[in-house]
Structure formats: structure tokens, C-alpha cells
């Protein structure tokens, strides 16, 4: 059964460092694409950053050069760094399992909320 | 980047009634286009692919079309359980972008 398990959420202060972690079980990360996508309170969804299977990345101009995504093969887990947040990230961030574009499965969320 | 718009924002509907909700992306997307259902609290669940390819287990009311820019996601007679919030999301672009969503409410 394939599960996606984030965690690493919690409150940060503007101008800090997150490390947000996707457990993967079920599938191997390194093999399928993966994504970040986030949901501000009451908003819609943005489609945060993708890593390929390759290992190239992109990121959404509203976090590139501030958040970085990345895996750990042996550990079958995928990471978002997050450096400088900013109010504007607040949201629910999911871990999404990325097929041909489509997001097939999703984790459960987890809450960063930027404040001082 | 492709912009997704969706209309109506927001569309009050009663159990029955057939709704449609349309998606516009700002450049051709071919049929590189998904549908995603949300409830509150909850991850949001793919329903429709490739425009209008029906995922695995989603009811045969949903249905989806289009193709270019303008794309449709149809839902022939509303159920209790549809009442959510309702995404396009355009793959043709490797930088992925939703619509802002639709929320079918309860008339």
C-alpha cells in the first residue's frame, strides 16, 4: 500500500530554516517523481517544487532560491528545506507522488505557520 | 508560467442537478489537464486525467472535456457526497499549476 507521511511542521519565525520530511512506503521515491505542494489557510492549492527522477528540481518563483527539495534514497524520504519564510508561507504542506504530471497519491499534511 | 482559470468561484447547486465548472489555461495545454476533487481537511483526490480520462474508482457522473485552452469537468447529477472543492490542474508545463478552485455549496 502506498503511504506518504510528512512531518517536521510547527512554527517558525520569519527569517529561520525548516526541514520538512515525506516518509515514503509502498513505492520508491527515487523511482517516480515527487512534489511539494502547499495550501494557504482558506486557499487554494500551489504546486511548491518537483524532483525528477533524474534529480533535476524546479521551484515555483515564490520560493526559488529559499526552499530546496531533495530525497534520501536509503531512507525512501523526501525533503523540503525551507530558508528565509516568509507570512506567506503559511500553509499546509503535502508531499504528492508526481505520475506523468498527475499527483496520485498525497500525504496527510502538515502545518508551517511563519509568525513572530 | 500557465495560468489556470477557473469559473465560477464558487456555484450553490441542489442533490440532482447537473453542474458544470470550467477551467481556461493562458497558453495551449493540448489535453494535459486533471481534475481534483477536496473536502475540507482532507488532501484533494484525483478524478479526472488527460482532460477526460475517468481515474479508477470515481463515479461515471463525473465527466471532463476540452482540449487547447478551454476544458469543462461535468457532474451529471449531484450526489450529497459531491458537495467540495473542485481544481484543474495543468500538466503540459513542467512547472504544474491549479486553477483557484471552485466550491460547490449546497443550495
Known amino acids: 500500500e502506498v503511504q506518504l507521511v510528512e512531518s517536521g511542521g510547527g512554527l517558525i519565525q520569519p527569517g529561520g530554516s525548516l526541514r520538512l520530511s515525506c516518509a515514503a512506503s509502498?513505492?520508491?521515491?527515487?523511482?517516480?517523481?515527487m512534489s511539494w505542494v502547499r495550501q494557504a489557510p482558506g486557499k487554494g492549492l500551489e504546486w511548491v517544487s518537483i524532483?525528477?527522477?533524474?534529480?533535476?528540481?524546479y521551484y515555483a518563483d515564490s520560493v526559488k532560491g529559499r526552499f530546496t527539495i531533495s530525497r534520501d534514497n536509503s531512507k525512501n524520504t523526501l525533503y523540503l528545506q525551507m530558508n528565509s519564510p516568509r507570512g506567506e508561507d503559511t500553509a499546509v504542506y503535502y508531499c504528492?507522488?508526481?505520475?506523468?504530471?498527475?499527483?496520485?497519491?498525497w500525504g496527510q499534511g502538515t502545518l508551517v505557520t511563519v509568525s513572530s | 508560467d500557465i495560468q489556470m482559470t477557473q469559473s465560477p468561484s464558487t456555484l450553490s447547486a441542489s442533490v440532482g442537478d447537473r453542474v458544470t465548472i470550467t477551467c481556461r489555461a493562458s497558453?495551449?495545454?493540448?489535453?494535459?489537464l486533471a481534475w481534483y476533487q477536496q473536502k475540507p481537511g482532507k488532501a484533494p483526490k484525483l478524478l479526472i486525467y488527460?482532460?477526460?480520462s475517468l481515474e479508477s474508482g470515481v463515479p461515471s457522473r463525473f465527466s471532463g472535456s476540452g482540449s487547447g485552452t478551454e476544458f469543462t469537468l461535468t457532474i451529471s447529477s449531484l450526489q450529497p457526497d459531491d458537495f467540495a472543492t473542485y481544481y484543474c490542474?495543468?500538466?503540459?508545463?513542467?512547472?504544474?499549476?491549479f486553477g483557484q478552485g471552485t466550491k460547490l455549496e449546497i443550495k
Open positions: 504528492a507522488r508526481t505520475t506523468g504530471g498527475l499527483v496520485d497519491y
Open positions: 509502498g513505492f520508491t521515491v527515487s523511482s517516480n517523481y
Open positions: 488527460k482532460a477526460s
Open positions: 490542474q495543468q500538466y503540459h508545463d513542467y512547472l504544474y499549476t
Open positions: 524532483i525528477y527522477t533524474v534529480g533535476s528540481t
Open positions: 497558453l495551449t495545454i493540448s489535453r494535459w
